[in-house]
Every structure is written in C-alpha cells, then in structure tokens.
C-alpha cells in the first residue's frame, strides 16, 4: 500500500471513528428529547450519520484488501476508543475539561470566608 493510501485510510478511520461516536452522543440527545419537530430532525441526523458511517466502512473494506492485520487492529482500536470518549456535559464543556474548584479558587470567589447562603430555608 502506497503512503498516499495510507493517509486516505487513517482519514477514514478517523471519519468512521467520528461518525461512531456522533451516533452514541444523537441517540443520547434523541432519548431525552420529547417528541416534536426537533426530536424527528435528531432521528433524521442519526440515520444519516449511521449510513455515512457504513459508507465509510464500505470504503475502508475496499481500501484494505491485503492490508497489514496490525494496521487493522489499530484502525479498530481507534474507532473504540474514540466511541468511549465522555459525552458533552452542560455548557460545552466536557467533565474532564472543567476546572477543579480548589481552595485558592474559593477564597478568590470568597475574600471575606463567608460561605455563599443556601437557596432553601434555614434549618
């Protein structure tokens, strides 16, 4: 295999790696949508996304006839870790990329000690 086909296959692992991944985060998005105009917009977006990915895959099988078994393992490797990657929690950001409240921080945010007041009633 050329080096030039080398790079198209590892660009379609990555695309297939992608494209798997994007079908976990839409079937998560589409299970806690109620029904309506957007949650039909979702399903839509989940089968286009899964034939893109069978596409890509068809493409990778005709590309890789007479490839290397530990090229193919990699490739394999990719697409499963790609697909355990945490989903996107609250305001874009995922959980590993928020910051860790640490106590400089607080006393930054607190510079009297007082801890904030609770919402509900006093006990």
């Not at 080398?6 to 692992?13: G, I």
């Not at 393992?73 to 874009?92: C, D, K, M, N, Y």
């Amino acid at each position: 295999m050329s080096k030039s086909e080398q790079k198209v296959v590892q660009y379609l692992n990555e695309a297939h790696a992608s494209e798997a991944g994007l079908v976990s985060v839409l079937r998560s998005q589409i299970a806690v949508t109620p029904r309506g105009s957007y949650h039909v917009g979702l399903e839509k977006h989940l089968d286009e996304t899964r034939t893109h990915a069978q596409r890509i895959d068809q493409r990778l099988g005709e590309l890789e006839q007479g490839r290397n078994p530990v090229q193919v393992f990699v490739g394999l490797a990719e697409t499963l870790i790609s697909q355990s990657r945490p989903s996107w929690h609250g305001r874009g950001r995922r959980i590993a990329d928020r910051p860790i409240p640490t106590a400089a921080r607080w006393r930054q945010q607190n510079p009297y000690g007082r801890r904030r007041a609770s919402a509900g009633p006093a006990a």
